[in-house]
Structure formats: C-alpha cells, structure tokens
C-alpha cells in the first residue's frame, strides 16, 4: 500500500536547513506537528497584540512584517521570501507580538507548535544556535534599516527601498524588473515617508531615466545611479 501524502510534504525541502539539524527521533516528531496554512493577498497572519504560538515558515508567495506608526500609518520594517521563519521572537521574549504581518500576495506558510521547538533547542545545541543565527541577521538587518530609513533624505530612502527589494525578491526574468509589484502605499511605508512623496520621487526617478514604470512593475535603468543615490544617502 502506498504510503498516504501529508499536505505539506510538498514543502519538505523548504525547510531542509533545519532539519538537517535534528535528530531522527526529533524529526519524526517535528513533523508529525507540521501544519499548512495558505493566505490571501492581502490577508493578516498575525496582529499586533496577538500572543505567539507557532513557528511560522514562509514556502511561497510574499510576506510583510509592519507596525502602526504616528497617526496609524504602518511602517513596513522587514519583507520576506520563500524559506523565511518568522513569529517566533517574541515568544522567545516571553512577549506578545510588537508588529503584525500580512500577506503581500496569496502565500502558503508551515506552522510548526513553538512549545516543541522550544522543547527541541531546549535538548539540541545545533537547533538554538540554528535560531541564534537567524535571530542575529534579523538584528543586523533591522538595525540597518532604522540608520537608513532615520538618517537618509527621501531619495535616498526609495533608492535604498528599491535596492532592499531587489536584495530579498530578486528580479524576473528579463533581469531588471523587480519580482514583486507593490502598490505606492506599500512602498511609502517601507521608506518611511508619505505616499504623495513616494510617487513624486518615484516619477523623479522614471524622469532620470533610473528606473522605468509600467504600473506597480519597476525595471532598474540605471542601478549604479540608484545605488549611488542610496549610498550618500
């Protein structure tokens, strides 16, 4: 008799890293706690507020990580690709949530119980410093972030967006448009700036020939002038 298909076995690999961290004994039970859950675009997986239980892992589509700012306007702090973990700092921290997370297009996500993580880095040296690792490049990559996005004028902020999106989605196939599509708004909020600002720097840049606009596609015309915009900020 054929052995019968869990519905995340597709994903195995997806988080093959770790894994390849467990034991044999530890594996068999991490999975058989597996669970998938798929969400819409534009769908919250987690609120601000909300107490963490699962270690999520995102397997396809688009996820932004953000936080109500002054006046209710959020601020995109993280986005993340196929393969990222996320939701679980804050039980680690014994805390509830600081940010939400949504879906910036229909995504499928791995749930995995943190109460058996927990357990599981509790006996398995490789698995927390596994999370130490992820946690740190969180760290590092936040911190720039607030540097880049507190101290950069508006240009340099979208150019610095720009380069950010295209560092974690990377481009399509023609090898300048960037693989995601953002609405304005989107974009504003992860540059720390208005909306009206983001277009009218965003249609400064299409006017110096930097980038080139078809709707919420942009395709990169002139990356050094972008990262040069980025770098002196």
């Known amino acids: 008799m054929a052995k019968k298909r869990v519905p995340w076995e597709e994903y195995l690999d997806k988080i093959s890293d770790m ?31 909300d107490l963490p239980t699962n270690l999520l ?4 589509g688009k996820v932004k990580i953000y936080k109500d700012g002054v006046g209710g306007r959020p601020q995109i702090m993280r986005v993340l690709g196929e393969t ?10 014994d805390e509830p949530f600081i940010t939400a997370a949504a879906a910036f297009e229909p995504c499928v996500v791995l749930k995995i119980p943190l109460g058996i993580v ?14 130490i690792q992820k946690l740190a490049h969180d760290l590092g990559q936040s911190d720039e972030r607030t540097v880049n996005l507190t101290q950069k004028h ?8 720009l380069l950010f999106l295209k ?12 693989s995601i599509y953002m609405s304005r708004e989107d ?13 009218r720097t965003l249609s400064a840049f299409a006017s110096e020939k930097l980038v080139a606009i ?19 900020g």
């Open 154 to 161: 508006i240009r340099g902020r979208l150019a610095e967006s």
């Open 118 to 131: 927990t357990k599981m880095i509790q006996e398995n040296a490789h698995l927390g410093w596994f999370f």
């Open 84 to 93: 990222e973990y996320f939701a679980y700092r804050a039980y680690m921290a």
């Open 57 to 60: 892992c995102l397997v396809s």
């Open 214 to 232: 078809d709707g919420r596609k942009i395709k990169f015309m002139n990356l050094q002038g972008l990262e040069k915009i980025s770098r002196i």
């Open 19 to 49: 894994l390849d961290t467990l034991t044999d004994e530890q594996r068999e039970n991490l999975l058989e706690h597996v669970s998938v859950v798929k969400f819409k675009k534009n769908e919250i997986i987690y609120k601000e507020g």
């Open 187 to 199: 974009l504003a909020n992860l540059s720390n700036m208005t909306t009206s600002n983001a277009i």
């Open 167 to 178: 560092e974690s989605y990377g481009l399509e196939e023609d090898g300048s448009t960037l």
